[in-house]
């Protein structure tokens, strides 16, 4: 477990305390640790510990449950944790152990996860109402009913069963939804380790080039500084940019090609999420400058929109009215601009929504909408803005503009005054772009 600072500390005691005030009394919570998921036969995944767990525990082990109990004088906040163990440490790596637990993570007690079964039972008796997320892991909802249908077999001695089971969900995540000046901190830290890959995937970048290779650029410098990557990388040349969750990055980059590259490193559990797309060969033809201006355009335009009182959806418009207008003055688009964006005329080619909100999880918890309306941009929150244009060499457009997929993405804060981007680390701009590259010796 990395050392935590006393600030991080402070901030997720606060945490707890700010969650099981919204809970009320008589209530508790269970938080289940990410279960370890099998890659094949008898290998894993590299563990990533659950986004929920994490924020209000800062414990990445798995095989773990926190507990918070509103109002509970004996303990409130409660761990269950796997004992030290010499010999599964010596083959698995190191554990907290039940005795460090209380300390290292401030928890009032700590239990071992295998008494699990028979203390848990007991302090759900007597509360009225009980907090989870109930259908994320099949396996533990079913222990869960377990334990209460153990309480129930016991009513008829005095035992006491919790009336209502509530989702976790909406008090917890829109907590998340409001970072603060630590997590911000983790953010920008997240960004700034992401836009140097980036700008070693664009140094490196050449005809004949493979795809994978610009990925182990991405991911190489992630680890030289001790991140990891927060999503599979997406490294698409030519049509392959058309395809939005391309991952497979196996195919070579031609002179003459787009290479759209979609990653972001993950830093404290924090993601970073950055899109740039670019001639392999370091210079825009004709063709490609016209449609990455207005997708840079639709970019920036959305970016001026990300402003504390504007709804969600603005930056969105904002994109989708500059690239119909764009599309239409290349032809690719006929018609009236006004009528073509009632008309969604524009989906073919910009098929996605313009950002997402952006945190522990890449795709970050927290509402759009609030009573079916749009809810309105407010200070610390986080989002992505990445308008993009997809025309794949089979597209009814104009031939010169086949093959190309564009996409341009920067990750965001709302702020009491104008936008803070956290990716201005790596170029967007077209003479920015092809300077880089040609400093490399690309173009």
Not at 237 to 249: F, P, Q, S, W
Request: hydrophobic share 40%; charged share 30%; proline share 4%.
């Amino acid at each position: 477990m990395i050392q935590e600072s006393r600030t991080i500390r402070r901030e997720r005691a606060r945490r707890r305390r700010s969650l099981m005030r919204a809970l009320g009394k008589d209530s508790i919570a269970i938080i289940p640790a990410a279960p370890v998921k099998l890659r094949s036969r008898d290998t894993d995944y590299r563990y990533r510990q659950d986004s929920d767990f994490h924020y209000l525990t800062g414990f990445d082990e798995p095989g773990s449950v926190a507990v918070l109990i509103s109002g509970r004088r004996a303990a409130e906040y409660i761990i269950f944790c796997r004992e030290r163990d010499e010999l599964m440490e010596t083959w698995n790596g190191r554990r907290l152990g039940v005795d460090n637990a209380p300390r290292v993570l401030e928890a009032d007690d700590a239990f071992p996860i295998d008494d699990i079964d028979d203390i848990l039972p007991g302090l759900l008796e007597g509360r009225e109402r009980v907090f989870y997320s109930m259908g994320r892991e099949t396996q533990f909802d079913n222990r869960i009913i377990g334990w209460v249908n153990q309480l129930k077999a016991k009513v008829g001695s005095g035992a006491s069963v919790p009336s209502e089971f509530v989702s976790l969900d909406y008090h917890l995540h829109e907590m998340r939804l409001f970072k603060s000046r630590t997590e911000v901190a983790l953010l920008r830290k997240a960004a700034k380790i992401s836009a140097a890959g980036h700008l070693a995937a664009m140094q490196r970048c050449k005809p004949g080039c493979m795809e994978y290779e610009l990925e182990a650029s991405l991911i190489s410098v992630y680890r030289s500084h001790g991140a990891l990557h927060s999503f599979l990388p997406i490294v698409g040349g030519g049509e392959n940019g058309c395809i939005l969750h391309y991952t497979e990055n196996d195919c070579e980059l031609h002179d003459g090609q787009m290479v759209l590259i979609d990653s972001g490193a993950e830093w404290g559990n924090y993601a970073g999420d950055i899109t740039r797309t670019f001639p392999v060969n370091g210079r825009f033809s004709e063709a490609q400058r016209e449609l990455y201006e207005i997708v840079l355009e639709a970019n920036l335009a959305a970016i001026a929109k990300v402003v504390s009182g504007n709804h969600w959806n603005d930056p969105h418009n904002a994109a989708v009215k500059v690239i119909t207008r764009g599309l239409v003055e290349l032809g690719v688009l006929k018609g009236d601009v006004k009528k073509l964006i009632r008309d969604e005329a524009y989906k073919p080619w910009f098929m996605h929504r313009t950002g997402h909100w952006l945190g522990l999880d890449v795709h970050d918890v927290g509402d759009y909408k609030i009573d079916e309306k749009w809810r309105l941009l407010e200070p610390g929150m986080v989002l992505t803005i990445e308008p993009g244009i997809y025309l794949p060499d089979k597209a009814p457009v104009p031939k010169r503009y086949r093959g190309i997929g564009i996409r341009v993405e920067d990750d965001v804060i709302v702020t009491d005054g104008e936008p803070e981007i956290l990716t201005s680390g790596v170029p967007k701009h077209i003479d920015e772009i092809e300077a880089v590259m040609a400093a490399s010796g690309t173009g």
